[in-house]
Nanobody, 119 residues
Framework: QVQLVESGGGLVQAGGSLRLSCAAS?????MGWFRQAPEKEREFVAR????????YYADSVKGRFTISRDNAKNTVYLQMNSLKPEDTAIYYC???????????????WGQGTQVTVSS
């Protein structure tokens, strides 16, 4: 089992920044971030490998969001810059052992943290 605890969500104005954190109880091969807006399906945001730090982003956040990790702390971060109202969603941290950008690639999920971007 892997426990994931997210933090760092909140309310920010458009153009602002937030940094999300996800603390894992142990290391897994892949860590990712997903988000779900009201009445929409959960969508992939970004992922990172533990060993070689390869990253991958959804087109909608590329150039604005940066995923990174701290191996010593088993923690993954999502730095979100130039936020837009359409970024408003619950953001979920996820962990798995297989490379992929679909929800089914991830075995463990955090409880989610709300991000609200006002216009």
């Amino acid at each position: 089992q892997v426990q994931l605890v997210e933090s760092g969500g909140g309310l920010v104005q458009a153009g602002g920044s937030l940094r999300l954190s996800c603390a894992a109880s142990r290391r897994t091969y892949i860590m990712g971030w997903f988000r779900q807006a009201p009445e929409k399906e959960r969508e992939f945001v970004a992922r990172i490998n533990w060993n070689n730090e390869l990253t991958y982003y959804a087109d909608s956040v590329k150039g604005r969001f940066t995923i990174s990790r701290d191996n010593a702390k088993n923690t993954v971060y999502l730095q979100m810059n130039s936020l837009k109202p359409e970024d408003t969603a619950i953001y979920y941290c996820a962990a798995g052992a297989v490379v992929g950008s679909s929800s089914h690639h991830y075995n463990y999920w955090g409880q989610g943290t709300q991000v609200t971007v006002s216009s």
